[in-house]
């Protein structure tokens, strides 16, 4: 674990920001991933909610996994509305702000935003949208993991628009390296459901 996450402290020049505007699906780019997990639903629910974040993200196909993270928000990040400061193993940073946490019998779905990349890798990214969304299959659950981003249309690919742009930043990107980081944590995520 880096120094600047065991520090639990706000990064020097850290200014809170609102979250931008977020955009509907059609002027995102977006990937899907889906894992089952051999466990029911309650179970699996129990067992996410125990497992700390860097355990469901850990580094993978070249990227940065979650180290530690920082409330912002005073009842932290679960709540529509929390928002934590998340430190990634590359020593740089993320803003993540709860958009729906919602949990029924058979399905939970929780949605949020990031933003305020300090990777330079993220350049090209104004946001990033997560969906998670956990449903009941007889005494399996299925979990589908949907990634978007908004581009800036002021940096490429995003001067090319969500068309060619979000294709150059998918065929790059998404289907590559970013889908196996999403993989990986999927995995971790049903490995830790399945313990």
Do not use: C
């Amino acid at each position: 674990m880096s120094a600047t996450a065991t520090a639990h402290r706000l990064p020097p020049g850290f200014i809170e920001t609102p979250h931008p505007p977020v955009a509907g699906p059609e002027k995102l780019v977006s990937h899907v991933e889906t894992v089952l997990i051999d466990r029911p639903f309650a179970q699996v629910v129990a067992a996410v909610d125990a497992l700390p974040l860097a355990r469901r993200h850990p580094p993978a196909a070249g990227l940065p996994g979650v180290a530690d993270t920082l409330a912002l928000t005073p009842d932290g990040f679960g709540p529509v509305g929390g928002r934590h400061l998340v430190f990634l193993t590359d020593d740089t940073t993320v803003v993540e702000q709860v958009l729906e946490n919602t949990r029924a019998d058979t399905s939970w779905r929780f949605r949020y935003v990031v933003w305020g990349y300090t990777t330079p890798a993220a350049k090209p990214l104004r946001y990033g949208v997560g969906d998670f969304h956990y449903v009941a299959e007889g005494d399996k659950t299925r979990l589908t993991w949907t990634y978007s981003f908004g581009l800036k249309p002021d940096v490429f690919p995003g001067v090319l628009g969500v068309g060619l742009g979000g294709f150059l930043l998918k065929l790059a990107f998404l289907n590559g390296p970013y889908a196996a980081w999403m993989r990986a944590g999927l995995a971790a995520i049903k490995a830790g459901a399945e313990a």
